[in-house]
């Protein structure tokens, strides 16, 4: 773990929110942990809500009902302030409220950090012999929930794709799905469709009063000029909210002059307009986003537009403390901001409407979709501060994600998951970004190199295969052989590797098929781009070996094994975690075909070695013994295998937590071996002796017997 990832990792960890290949088996699916449901309502809701009391009413109609409804409608109706309405007023009705954000997050992906972070449930991998796919993970979590009385209520927000939905949601009628989305067409026999108006022009000059406060008489007053004012802003919430905040913010400007300055800021043709998601009711909004933003002072725009490069539904304002003080600290970049001055321009920000306080956490803020978008505009008008914005933001990130190990600790998985939110949002972005056809319009990152852009999907891959989230590692690695290919023609390392590291996901779900075709192809243009001994090259046999052990297919893996070693120990002398793995992978190979001779040294040369490569608590150290184990249960040295079996559960208790798979397959490996040692029960042992002594008079009698008729014989012949 490199000193950057240290760094920033122990500066962000604080917060609190709810090498080879590792020879053990995954988890199978048994019994059920008992739960608690939970109410989670993360937006705490305008405190101006009006004009949507019939919506409300019609949803509860509708959920009742059915199982799915859906808010549908444009950007700045306030889809979202409905539903943390419709949650907040109707919560006695429901046993258990969840929220999802689907817009940044994949959906199965918060189903998981639910079900793990929240409620400590390990992912089963398999039933029985059979691996799972993502829908029957997802369908086993949604079983484990606790039996309510009452419907549970699901809200999934900003649902952008509703294929996830399918996927994803719970089959039991008493989970009730309500969603928000811009999508218009959707299937009547699967959802029903809420279509969310804008608000009518009574409701619209309500809630605008309502933002003035009571003793604001400008809209008794100009009664008619307010009327215009929300016809301008489309009678859309989310602009009369902004305009309510600039307004009070300058007590001596009338109505009719607030109207005049939003007239004159000519909407541009700019990438608010021009996306899909965007129409021409909305564009009062960018007039008042225009207004507000030139009363803020340049250093509140340019905290406006960092923020614009987090992800908007979840920034922790510690962890944008630390990425700052991070980058200033290394880079000693030009942009330099005291926390007292970041304060202030937070509080500014929020005092404005571009920031929004998330319920959960009262340091953690959220930006609307749209809010964001303008932001980022405002990021491409900074000049020569732009690619220093970005820097501040990127170098921190991808220091995080190149330091998380390949075989992360549940440690490491609780200092990044407070970042996660956001390397997904910038993988999201690059992915755009990297397809020639939308690059222009989604304006990110341009400082990024290659490497750089890797390191994301990358450490995504990591971080959910660490926790044995295979399904959901599989689709970012699955993203990172697209763009590898896409950024490196023909032969390259990069490409191997993410080739490599997608067979492992493939290869640890028991998908062999797909596994040997990709680590055949890494292997080959490894072979083609290095000449003679190489770590890639090693890498790439010992994992077509370990695929070849798993299908029994022995002949093949051993000579691949063997190369593998010899060629790691050509390559690094003295002890080194790949000749360790090495060792280690080929003793279990020997192990498991009986031949415990030679497997035994192997084993016991890969623990030393371990041990005088890390001291103290380590994943391969924790591996090695519950493997040493395995082969003395195997042999009947019972005692010395559960010694080994204790320490390794011990170590991967504290390195990796109770519930991850490896932890619970070395739990069961000890069970199932103290289950051998147990005595019978008392009765069993009476039995047993009450059998002997009938048994032993009838089987003394046959041996007289025996003997009479033998002597008789030999005396008959004679």
């Known amino acids: 773990m490199n000193d950057n990832f240290s760094k920033l990792a122990d500066k962000i960890g604080a917060v609190a929110l709810p090498g080879g290949t590792v020879q053990v088996n995954t988890q199978n699916i048994d019994g059920q942990k008992k739960l608690t449901p939970t109410k989670d309502i993360p937006y705490r809701g305008s405190v101006h809500f009006v004009g949507r009391e019939t919506e409300l009413t019609t949803i509860h109609k509708d959920l009742r009902r059915g199982n799915y409804v859906a808010i549908t409608g444009m950007g700045g109706l306030g889809k979202t302030e409905l539903v943390t309405q419709y949650a907040t007023q109707y919560q006695d009705h429901y046993d258990g409220i969840i929220w999802f954000n689907a817009r940044q997050r994949i959906l199965a992906a918060e189903i998981f950090e639910l079900f793990t972070l929240k409620f400590g449930l390990e992912i089963p991998q398999t039933q029985g012999e059979k691996p799972l796919t993502l829908q029957e993970q997802v369908a086993w979590c949604w079983l484990q929930y606790p039996k309510t009385q009452l419907p549970v209520l699901i809200v999934v927000d900003d649902l952008t794709d509703l294929t996830q939905l399918q996927e994803v949601v719970p089959s039991e009628p008493r989970f009730r799905v309500l969603i928000t989305t811009r999508q218009q067409h959707l299937d009547p026999n699967y959802i029903q469709k809420l279509a969310l108006e804008v608000l009518s022009p009574p409701i ?249 852009i890797l390191w994301v999907f990358t450490g995504l891959g990591r971080f959910y295969q660490g926790q044995g989230l295979y399904q959901v590692a599989e689709f970012w690695y699955q993203q990172l052989v697209k763009v590898c290919q896409i950024l490196f023609t023909g032969d390259h390392p990069y490409v191997a590797t993410s080739l490599n590291n997608l067979a492992v996901v493939y290869d640890n779900q028991g998908k062999y098929s797909k596994a040997k075709l990709l680590y055949l192809d890494a292997l080959e243009m490894r072979k083609r781009l290095f000449t003679g001994d190489h770590p890639d090259v090693a890498s790439s046999l010992n994992n077509l070996a370990y695929l070849y052990n798993n299908q029994g297919k022995y002949s093949e893996a051993e000579p691949l094994y063997i190369d593998a070693l010899e060629m790691t120990k050509r390559l690094f002398t003295g002890d080194h975690p790949n000749v360790a793995t090495s060792l280690n992978n080929l003793a279990v190979f020997y192990r498991n075909q009986g031949r415990y001779s030679e497997a035994e040294p192997l084993y016991l040369d890969a623990l030393e070695m371990r041990k005088r490569l890390f001291t103290g608590d380590h994943p391969d150290v924790a591996t090695s013994l519950n493997n040493l184990a395995g082969l003395y249960d195997s042999q009947g040295r019972y005692s010395e295998a559960e010694l080994l079996y204790l320490d390794a559960l011990a170590m991967f208790e504290r390195v990796l937590g109770t519930n991850h798979p490896n932890t619970i397959t070395v739990r069961n490996n000890l069970q199932f071996l103290q289950q051998q040692l147990i005595p019978p029960p008392f009765y069993k042992r009476l039995l047993n002796n009450l059998l002997i002594v009938l048994i032993l008079p009838f089987y003394i009698l046959w041996l007289l017997i025996k003997r009479i008729i033998i002597f008789s014989w030999r005396f008959l012949r004679r």
């Open 204 to 452: 619209a000059l309500e809630l605008l009063q309502k933002q003035l406060g009571k003793n604001h008489q400008r809209v008794v007053n100009e009664p008619e000029t307010a009327t215009q004012i929300c016809e301008f802003l489309g009678n859309l919430p989310l602009g009369i909210i902004l305009v309510g905040s600039y307004l009070t913010t300058d007590l001596g400007l009338s109505l009719t002059q607030m109207l005049e300055r939003l007239q004159k800021r000519k909407l541009a043709e700019t990438a608010l307009q021009k996306r899909e998601t965007i129409n021409q009711t909305q564009l009062g909004i960018k007039a008042a986003f225009n207004l507000t933003w030139e009363t803020l002072d340049t250093q509140t725009q340019y905290l406006g537009a960092f923020l614009s490069l987090f992800s908007p539904q979840f920034i922790l304002w510690d962890l944008v403390v630390g990425v700052i003080e991070f980058e200033v600290e290394n880079e000693e970049k030009q942009l330099i901001w005291t926390k007292e001055e970041l304060t202030t321009s937070k509080k500014k920000l929020y005092q404005v409407n571009f920031l929004q306080i998330e319920q959960e956490s009262p340091e953690a803020y959220t930006i609307h979709n749209l809010v964001r978008l303008f932001l980022r505009e405002q990021l491409a008008e900074v000049g020569e501060k732009q690619p220093i914005l970005e820097r501040t933001f990127i170098t921190p990130m991808i220091a995080v994600a190149e330091g998380l190990p390949k075989s992360p600790t549940s440690k490491d998985i609780e200092k990044v998951k407070t970042l996660v939110v956001h390397w997904e949002d910038l993988g999201k972005r690059l992915i755009d970004e990297i397809n020639e056809e939308t690059a222009a319009e989604n304006n990110l990152p341009v400082s990024m190199v290659a490497d750089e």
